[in-house]
């Protein structure tokens, strides 16, 4: 389960955290709020297109950060660990995405780069996340 979701500077976000708890949650607002730009930044977290228009104007880079709660999920610690990227003690994952001005994407997890293609492998793991 999605935890916290924290945005810097990507699209017209300058910084944003959500906290999200357990059950339904929901994102409204009115037309322009930003509803789709957070929608697209969980895209880019999960292995999306990165492209250097994302980037706010006037950044270097932007950021997406997502924690997320894996104690219900054991397919997340199996292929973590057959990755070679261990669950955290309290069956945490911390997921990460960077694009630079230049375009160029750095894909973590738990804090350890990895290339994107095992960023997506990891996340199909936890779909149901």
């Known amino acids: 389960m999605l935890v916290q979701l924290a945005i810097q500077d990507f699209a017209l976000i ?5 906290m999200l708890g357990p059950g ?3 994102l409204t607002g009115e037309t322009g709020a930003g509803k789709s730009i957070i929608v697209d930044a ?3 977290l999960v292995g ?6 994302l980037v706010r104007t006037g950044a270097e880079k932007a ?3 997502g924690f997320f709660d894996c104690s219900d999920c054991p397919q997340v610690a199996e292929k973590l660990s057959a990755l070679g990227l261990p ?4 069956d945490t994952v911390l ?5 630079n001005r230049g375009g160029r994407s750095v894909c973590r997890i738990n804090g350890r780069a990895v290339p994107l293609e095992q960023g997506r492998s990891a996340r ?3 779909r149901q996340l």
Do not use: K, P
Request: hydrophobic share 45%.
């Open 124 to 126: 199909a793991a936890g």
């Open 63 to 65: 950021q997406i950060l």
């Open 95 to 99: 997921l990460g995405r960077e694009v």
């Open 24 to 26: 339904l949650n929901v």
């Open 87 to 90: 669950l955290s003690e309290d």
């Open 48 to 53: 999306g297109r990165a492209s250097s228009d």
């Open 14 to 18: 300058e910084n944003l955290e959500l």
């Open 42 to 44: 969980m895209n880019l």
